[in-house]
């Protein structure tokens, strides 16, 4: 809160007015900042976002072209996460000296406790989601965060839940758990939480960053502003984090999933185990895990050496892993329907997820793939196959791509059928699947086109694959 108090007498533009951007322009409000609501969206109207959010009945609102004097007239420009920030009218702003922010570097602005924070290409919701029960559960245990206690925890950011929503239950003994994307991280400036972990980076959004190189330097400002107080946790196995470990200043600690490590967490054959300072400690077995597949024990692995560098009993922390089930829309078990199991990942919305999700797969496979085209490359997913998959169902604007891709790479063309949308896919897959076999939406692309995002993709999925007879 002392820095907020920095801010007095500043003027701030809110640039989206979607759930992150409503969000702040009420923090703001509620604070007695001066705000002006932008979106370039003029189909919009300004009496339906003072319905959705009366408190801002006295803001100005601006819809459509931006005009000059009312960038000349602000300080501060806080982006929505979908905001590009090479965007005209940013680069106007910037032209024009002002800060650019995003909704997280406000909500930290207001922070009175302390931030475990979590970014990576793959497994962000499971282990944030993971996390925040962690830190919940170690809410109740005196001994927690070296003996001073949790008050409260919250869990926001990319999960779903805009941080500016939640920073003023915050206190001094809280702790926010923060799921942080790439889009996030481009506009961060003070933010600095308490422990933060990169769990892998491989190619995505790169529509937005437009190269590799910008895209992992979004992800390292995670830990820009760590010092030797704060602690980065990383994935052994990636060789760019590997290398990133040299250049942070935080207090690196590393996990792997296929490395016996000196210092840190390591899965060995089915036991995660914890070495620190020469003292080893058994976490728990992999078999006694509701959630499936190495990448998730990866993700396990973040999370609980999040929780015990931020001084949660081990204890504790196993209580949580052996109850967690995954997350929705993450290799989500939906039903099974005549001997068919049918899984949800929609929130695979990459290559690399997608990968992850096929090699979980214990059964043979009818895979639905297919969506928004972010520029990515298909042939690592297709060789990931590994003979799993029966059919291969494609649908929306990459379905031809992807098709040629599988072809190339010598998948056979007779178990490639492209459909017209979900409902078509899923009764295609039901049709050719047997007792036995599973069905898996796993897109590996994003949901825009189609569907609203991802959540509404997997909605619909779960409802059209419980609505099949058996």
């Not at 961060?188 to 910008?214: G, K, W, Y």
């Not at 600690?253 to 995660?272: A, N, T, W």
Request: glycine share 8%.
């Amino acid at each position: 809160m002392e820095r907020a108090l920095q801010l007095e007498g500043k003027k701030f533009l809110v640039f989206g007015t979607g759930l992150s951007g409503i969000s702040a322009a009420e923090l703001l409000v509620r604070h007695g900042f001066s705000v002006i609501l932008y979106d370039g969206n003029d189909k919009q109207r300004q009496e339906d976002i003072w319905e959705k959010s009366p408190i801002l009945k006295d803001t100005e609102i601006v819809l459509g072209t931006l005009p000059e004097p009312v960038i000349a007239a602000c300080d501060i420009a806080v982006l929505s996460p979908g905001v590009p920030t090479d965007l005209a009218e940013v680069e106007q702003m910037r032209g024009k000296g002002m800060e650019i922010w995003g909704e997280i570097e406000l909500a930290y602005i207001f922070e009175r406790g302390k931030v475990l924070a979590v970014t990576g290409t793959n497994g962000k919701t499971t282990t944030t989601a993971l996390l925040g029960e962690i830190m919940k559960h170690a809410a109740s245990e005196p001994e927690a965060a070296g003996g001073k206690g949790i008050s409260k925890v919250e869990v926001v950011g990319n999960i779903g839940i805009p941080y500016t929503s939640v920073v003023e239950n915050t206190d001094e003994r809280s702790v926010t758990v923060a799921e942080i994307s790439s889009f996030q991280l481009e506009t961060v400036h003070t933010f600095c939480p308490q422990v933060s972990a990169i769990l892998n980076i491989t190619p995505d959004h790169l529509n937005r960053h437009h190269t590799m190189e910008a895209y992992v330097q979004a992800k390292m400002q995670i830990a820009a502003n760590q010092g030797k107080g704060q602690v980065c946790i990383l994935n052994y196995e990636d060789s760019v984090l590997r290398e990133f470990a040299g250049k942070t200043e935080a207090q690196t600690v590393f996990f792997s999933s296929r490395h016996k490590l000196p210092q840190g967490m390591y899965l060995d054959g089915e036991e995660i185990v914890w070495v620190w300072d020469g003292t080893e400690a058994a976490v728990c077995n992999t078999g006694q895990l509701q959630l499936i597949g190495q990448h998730n024990y990866e993700n396990v692995m973040a999370a609980a050496a999040m929780a015990i560098m931020y001084g949660v009993p081990i204890e504790k922390i196993r209580e949580v892993l052996v109850c967690f089930t995954a997350v929705a829309h993450r290799i989500e078990y939906v039903v099974t329907k005549r001997g068919v199991r049918f899984y949800n990942d929609s929130k695979g919305t990459n290559p690399d997820a997608a990968i992850q999700a096929i090699r979980a797969m214990k059964w043979p496979t009818l895979l639905i793939g297919g969506g928004y085209d972010k520029d990515s490359e298909y042939e690592d997913w297709i060789q990931s196959f590994d003979g799993k998959v029966k059919k291969f169902v494609l649908l929306g604007a990459t379905r031809e791509k992807i098709k040629d891709a599988a072809i190339r790479m010598g998948y056979p063309e007779e178990n490639i059928i492209l459909t017209e949308s979900l409902r078509e896919a899923v009764d295609v897959c039901y049709e050719n699947a047997v007792s036995g076999d599973a069905v898996l939406l796993s897109p590996a692309c994003a949901s825009w086109g189609m569907f609203e995002n991802y959540e509404q993709r997997g909605d619909m999925f779960k409802e059209m694959a419980r609505a099949l007879t058996e």
